[in-house]
């Protein structure tokens, strides 16, 4: 069983600043690409920002420059640290992870799995 964690989210105002924490924990072999993606009502799940293990990284137009991904492979974490936020930055964030779990002596099976959402708001 693997379950990733969110935390971080809240509410601030145009200009500010979070940091949006996720922890994968469970059966895991290994951990590839981790990432963040956001989504407002009625609208798709969109890629904000991703990560591979190495470290590679890979960003949303509209976030370049503000947002920085980075993850702590020993403790399977991934971070999103958020700046300069505006209203538009308003949404519910999801964690994503590739993980590797094994399921047998000589067998592995690889899945997305997914964080249970933590809201971010920015308002005056």
């Known amino acids: 069983q693997v379950q990733l964690v969110e935390s971080g989210g809240g509410l601030v105002q145009p200009g500010g600043s979070l940091r949006l924490s996720c922890a994968a924990s469970?059966?895991?072999?290994?951990?590839?690409?981790m990432g963040w993606y956001r989504q407002a009502p009625g609208k798709q799940r969109e890629l904000v920002a991703a990560?591979?293990?190495?470290?590679?990284?890979d960003y949303a137009d509209s976030v370049k420059g503000r947002f920085t991904i980075s993850r702590d492979n020993a403790k399977n974490t991934v971070y999103l640290q958020m700046n300069s936020l505006n209203p538009e930055d308003t949404d519910v964030y999801y964690c994503?992870?590739?993980?590797?779990?094994?399921?047998?002596?000589?067998?592995?099976?690889?899945?997305?799995?997914w964080g249970q959402g933590t809201q971010v708001t920015v308002s005056s």
């Open positions: 994503n992870a590739v993980i590797n779990t094994r399921t047998g002596k000589w067998s592995m099976t690889e899945k997305d799995y």
């Open positions: 469970g059966s895991i072999f290994s951990i590839n690409a």
């Open positions: 990560i591979t293990r190495g470290g590679s990284t």
